[in-house]
């Protein structure tokens, strides 16, 4: 498919010649296709992007430029704000509706960025977030996006460049006696302004820096004689986001890259139409077997195509088998030239509605390539 | 003595049965009812995950309602005073349970539309009713209905904003919309023991409420630090919880006078109601007919007046016409008995009167008669034209009139004309028959022709026996010359007279008729302006009336809604938690 779209920008490049706009756009596109792949942070003012890019990152990056770009493995483009994009990061302060337009059942992740916050601070904060994003993926957020993954960026940022200074603070609260830390843990102000032998303004940069629910959370790592560091790093769930950006977006970086470039071209060609180009992209678009697995997923996703009529193994197998969890796409599949036997039959099968039937052709053509490699 | 705002309320609630809105007038009724009750509603409301449950449990010392880290409040839940704690689900079949979860079964209850709860506390007693509004952020859907429904109710309304954010445009633009409704509210920034920079976020919303032009103190509060000073019973923990400020807050707005209250939500609403009823009354205002046009009137009074010049015209020309016929006729008369003299003369150098006599007089006979016939049928044609040049000019005037009804009119108008024609035709016969006749009778009763011819003949025929024959015939020329110059002199005197009765005759008649169809014009004229006038007189009667009417709606509401807007003063509180 990746092909195809490199051809296809060709081909509109030569339609479009003397044509300096267009041709800089298709430039651009060209450039893009080659390119790392490019992962935008969408939120509205407040929703912690710059926060959770850097804590990804590990550096506060963002002050600097508004992109850079990482080994996730294989490049990947992080973009703060809604630039062009090839899949996006949708920051949620919290999951209710309405949501926004950014979600893309294909080609977006929703993060709850400030899940520490949900929990209003309490030690278990993250855990219940986690739990509340599980939730929502399976329901009404679920069918307009990838995944939902809940990350509180200010621990993870604080996590990742933690100086010695405030780990040394750290241990020094954390070795108060239990009577005297609690009742000051009780609220910022409190923690701020209580009488503590650690000096007033270490305490309000400590608990500028990590949160509330930071500060929490280290003192209490620190009391065990763990690794506060480790623990803020573990609570964040910035492993989780990096997990779900590889899986949903880096493992099918050519997919989203030529889907970006194909939509980019078809709205050049239905902005200044050019002979031939329409149909084109047309041929490119209806080709590519990728992209309809991509939207089948997120049919299947949304529950707008249902294949629970065929049992819950099938459905399983089905989502493998489009690449719903990675490159492993036979892990649900003893062989695939029997799966392919067994989903063509659903296709042709004529007492199952078309939209199911509709699925299956696609499945077994997926199929078909698995086992032709 | 009844309240002021119940006398306020009342008069609103009449207004909407005089502008003929009942169902507003419902709506009031209810509302007074409810203002009429002992306790007063404050009403908590706010976008998802704010706080809003927790605040009411950290308000009331109490886990009555359920909180969780989603969007977990679905329904309302009332909070009453009660000696016993008591709970029910309401619009579902509740199968009981524990007050404490009361509020988490009816969220979960798909039909449930509220939950009330009744508990033994000082704050609820006092006269206030506590209410848990579901989240307000999808435009459309259950929640944000019977929150808003929760709202319609309220007498104090507490925004909840947590301290993470500072108020979003939706919560200003929700809190502007309950404020219109309701005159007591207040922002309260939750979860202040969270955020570091509290502070700076409360500034910030203070300034976006002044910039919205939104009055509402703001009260920066810790539910889970009230909880926890509730839970050691810590005075100091209590106090930097900031809830005895909101306390305070809700006492300045609802408890401490809650007439006052009852009467700044009775204004609220009623101003809200006043500004419905006042909309058709602006559009009927702005849809006034525009001034009734001149246009018309002038034109009919200049037509009046334009009739009067015409008439007044008609008869100077017809006098001049008249005068004009008069001289003409007797110098035509003059002209052909000159001429007729000048023949006889010519005549009589010849002849001799004896020889020619009998055939003179039959000449002469004939000659003045043709000469009277001459001169009346041109007088009478010379009348004729006047009297048609006027007629013409009578014609006319009818087109001066509105085209319409022109057809209707002339036809009136130009008959009464035949009679002056039929006269004139009765008068050509009859005249120049009556003129025959009596100068037939003149000449044939005249000395002058038959004595003359006789006596002349016998003088002459004497004379001539005895005279010269040339002398002698001089003489009779000369005699037959006198007595024919004397008989055309009676002739012309006696003709000239009747000429002149005739044309005094006819005048005076043509001078009626024209006085008579000018006042039968002017009449109609008249009467067609007075039409107009009539006309014009009763549009302006009915814009001015229209005009009053909507003056006279408009003072009334407007008068309304300042003793409304008098009687809304907005929530001043101390600022609490702030420094």
Request: proline share 5%; net charge neutral; glycine share 8%.
């Amino acid at each position: 498919m990746l092909a195809a779209v490199w051809s296809l920008v060709d081909t509109a490049l030569a339609a479009y010649r003397g044509d300096p706009r267009a041709t800089a756009f298709l430039e651009a596109c060209r450039a893009a296709l080659s390119g790392p792949l490019r992962v935008a942070a969408v939120g509205a003012a407040g929703s912690g992007r710059s926060t959770l890019l850097d804590a990804i990152v590990g550096e506060p990056f963002t002050a600097r430029a508004s992109r850079l770009v990482v080994d996730w493995p294989g490049a990947v483009e992080l973009i703060d704000g809604d630039g062009d994009h090839d899949a996006a990061l949708v920051l949620l302060p919290r999951p209710a509706a309405p949501f926004p337009d950014a979600l893309d059942p294909v080609a977006s992740i929703a993060v709850l960025s400030r899940a520490d916050e949900l929990g209003g601070g309490r030690v278990d904060a993250m855990v219940s977030a986690r739990q509340l994003a599980r939730r929502h993926a399976r329901g009404e957020l679920g069918a307009l996006c990838q995944d939902v993954v809940a990350v509180s960026g200010l621990t993870a940022l604080a996590s990742a460049t933690m100086t010695a200074e405030e780990d040394a603070t750290l241990r020094a609260l954390a070795g108060l006696p239990r009577a005297e830390l609690e009742p000051a843990l009780l609220s910022v102000d409190r923690f701020t302004g209580s009488a503590l032998p650690v000096p007033a303004a270490e305490r309000v940069a400590l608990v500028e820096r990590l949160g509330l629910f930071g500060v929490r959370l280290a003192l209490s790592a620190a009391r065990r004689s763990a690794d506060p560091r480790a623990e803020l790093s573990r609570a964040s769930g910035v492993g989780e986001i990096r997990t779900a950006v590889a899986e949903c977006f880096a493992d099918r970086a050519d997919t989203l890259r030529a889907r970006s470039a194909l939509t980019a071209v078809d709205s050049l060609v239905r902005a200044d139409p050019r002979p031939g180009m329409a149909a084109e992209v047309e041929r490119v678009t209806a080709g590519a077997h990728e992209l309809r697995e991509l939207r089948l997923l997120a049919s299947l996703r949304s529950g707008r195509v249902s294949l629970d009529d065929l049992g819950d193994d099938a459905v399983t197998e089905a989502r493998y088998l489009l690449g719903a969890a990675g490159p492993n796409r036979l892990a649900c599949t003893d062989d695939p030239y029997t799966a392919l036997l067994r989903w063509r039959a659903r296709a042709l099968d004529t007492t199952l509605p078309d939209a199911q039937r509709r699925a299956a052709g696609i499945i077994a053509r997926t199929c078909a390539a698995l086992a032709t490699r | 003595m009844t309240a002021p705002w119940l006398e306020l309320l009342d008069d609103t609630i009449r207004a909407c049965a005089e502008f003929d809105r009942p169902d507003l007038a419902q709506r009031l009724r209810a509302r007074r009812a409810s203002l009429l009750g002992p306790a007063r509603r404050v009403v908590v409301f706010g976008c998802p995950g704010q706080g809003k449950s927790q605040l009411v449990n950290a308000l009331l010392g109490a886990a009555v309602c359920a909180v969780g880290d989603d969007v977990t409040t679905a329904v309302p839940a009332v909070l009453r005073h009660a000696e016993t704690p008591t709970a029910a689900v309401l619009g579902a079949a509740d199968a009981g349970g524990p007050v404490e979860t009361a509020t988490a079964r009816a969220n979960k209850h798909p039909e449930a539309v509220g939950a009330e709860i009744g508990l033994p506390r000082a704050l609820l007693g006092s006269g206030m009713e506590l209410v848990d509004a579901p989240p307000v952020g999808e435009p459309t859907g259950r929640r944000t209905e019977l929150a808003m429904a929760a709202l319609a109710e309220a007498d104090c309304a507490l925004l909840v904003s947590d301290a993470t954010a500072a108020l979003t445009p939706l919560e200003l633009d929700l809190l502007g919309q309950v404020a219109r409704l309701c005159p007591a509210v207040a922002v309260v920034l939750t979860k202040i023991d969270m955020v570091p920079r509290w502070r700076h976020v409360a500034e910030v919303d203070r300034n976006r409420l002044a910039d919205a032009g939104l009055v509402a103190p703001v009260v920066p509060v810790s539910s889970v630090l009230r909880l926890a000073a509730a839970k050691a019973n810590d005075r100091g923990l209590n106090a930097e919880s900031g809830f005895t400020a909101l306390v305070e807050c809700l006492r300045a707005a609802v408890l401490a006078d809650p007439a006052a209250a009852a009467g700044r939500a009775a204004a609220a609403t009623c101003a809200v109601v006043i500004e419905e009823l006042m909309g058709p009354v602006k559009a009927r205002a702005a849809a006034l007919p525009p001034a009734v046009s001149q246009d018309g009137l002038v034109k009919a009074t200049k037509r009046v007046e334009q009739v009067q010049r015409d008439a007044a015209r008609m008869q100077t020309q017809l006098a001049d016409d008249v005068a004009d016929l008069n001289s003409d006729v007797e110098y035509d008369l003059r002209d052909r008995t000159r001429r007729v003299l000048r023949e006889v003369d010519d005549y009589f150098e010849e002849a001799d009167p004896l020889k020619v006599w009998p055939e003179f007089s039959d000449w002469m006979r004939e000659t003045l008669t043709t000469v009277a016939e001459a001169n009346a049928d041109w007088l009478l044609r010379r009348f004729e034209w006047i009297a048609g040049r006027l007629a013409a000019e009578v014609d006319d005037l009818p087109a001066l009139l509105d085209s319409a009804g022109v057809d209707d009119l002339r036809t009136p108008r130009v008959e009464p004309f035949t009679p002056v024609q039929k006269m004139f035709v009765g008068l050509r016969g009859s005249y120049s028959g009556l003129l025959m006749s009596g100068l037939a009778t003149t000449l044939a009763g005249l000395p002058l022709i038959n004595p003359i011819s006789i006596g002349a003949g016998v003088a002459f025929g004497a004379r001539s026996v005895f005279e010269e024959r040339g002398a002698r015939l001089k003489r009779r020329q000369a005699v037959a010359k006198t007595a024919a110059q004397r008989h055309v002199d009676d002739f012309f005197l006696a003709y000239g007279k009747q000429t002149r009765d005739a044309v005094r005759l006819i005048h005076r008649a043509l001078r009626d008729r024209l006085d008579e169809v000018a006042r039968q014009v002017r009449a109609d004229a008249a009467e067609s302006a007075g039409r107009v006038k009539r006309a014009v007189e009763a549009a302006n009667a009915r814009r001015t009336e229209l005009i009053t009417g909507v003056r006279r709606d408009l003072t009334k509401l407007g008068t309304l809604r300042g003793r409304a807007e008098a009687a809304r003063r907005p929530l001043t509180v101390p600022r609490g938690l702030t420094a």
